[in-house]
């Protein structure tokens, strides 16, 4: 998949200083986002389903990737471009033989094995992490703070694309890329930022500045 995963926005409502959902989403397609999924825990399927057709008009106009975590029927309801699920979902093979060939599905891994799981079973990237550890979601001893080693283990077990994520800032975005990454995925460094648009270009600048390197 020749897909661009540079910055990688997860949607939190909850985690928005303020702001709604497709406010945030809009000033991160401002910055220059490459990736947009709607996770949006706690909230009913029906919600997300009209919060997700918002987003898909917006993602849409701009390009931009939609894709809906957990939940492969709200993809299909809203014609997002994919899916992405963990350890807790419905599995890939399920998602693809649902969505279709061309949907992008993701899946969250914590170690090199599962990401070599997730890559025999078909999905298109996979989401790395936590990588220094997040206040942003409940992770389980393996997935905390598994550190850019992680990363760099998970660059060499697999060729599928992946982001890294979890406590993602702009400071230490470029060390992600440097490790192996192919791009970073937050919700608090643009969602909860003061600036939400610069916070993403600054994100994109320091997963870029990296790149140009290699
Ligand atoms: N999966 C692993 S860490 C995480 C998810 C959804 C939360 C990332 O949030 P933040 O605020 O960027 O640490
Ligand atoms: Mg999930």
Redesign the pocket.
């Known amino acids: 998949m020749s897909q661009n995963f540079g910055v990688y926005l997860?949607t939190?409502a909850g985690?928005s200083a303020g702001r709604s959902t497709p406010e945030v989403v809009e000033a991160a397609i401002d910055g220059g986002v490459d990736f947009v999924q709607l996770?949006e825990k706690g909230t009913s399927a029906r919600e997300r389903y009209e919060l997700g057709l918002e987003l898909r008009e917006t993602t849409q106009a701009a390009g931009v990737p939609l894709i809906v975590?957990d939940r492969i029927d709200i993809a299909a309801a809203i014609d997002a471009d994919g899916v992405h699920l963990g350890d807790d979902d419905l599995p890939v093979s399920v998602a693809r033989d649902r969505l279709g060939g061309d949907a992008i599905v993701g899946r969250?891994v914590s170690t090199p094995a599962t990401a070599r799981e997730a890559e025999a079973a078909g999905a298109d990237y996979l989401?790395v992490?936590?990588v220094?550890?997040?206040?942003?979601?409940e992770?389980t001893p393996e997935?905390s703070n598994v550190g850019l080693d992680r990363v760099r283990a998970v660059q060499a077990a697999v060729d599928v694309p992946f982001v890294g994520?979890?406590?993602?800032t702009t400071e230490n975005a470029g060390s992600v890329v440097d490790a192996g990454a192919d791009g970073v995925?937050?919700?608090?460094?643009i969602?909860?930022a003061d600036d939400p648009e610069a916070a993403t270009q600054r994100l994109a600048d320091a997963v870029e500045g990296v790149s140009a390197d290699v």
Do not use: E, Y
Not at 132 to 137: L, Q
Not at 165 to 168: C, D, F
């Open positions: 997860v939190d985690l996770r975590n969250s989401g992490g936590a220094f550890g997040t206040t942003s979601k992770t997935q994520i979890g406590g993602v995925a937050v919700i608090s460094a969602a909860g």
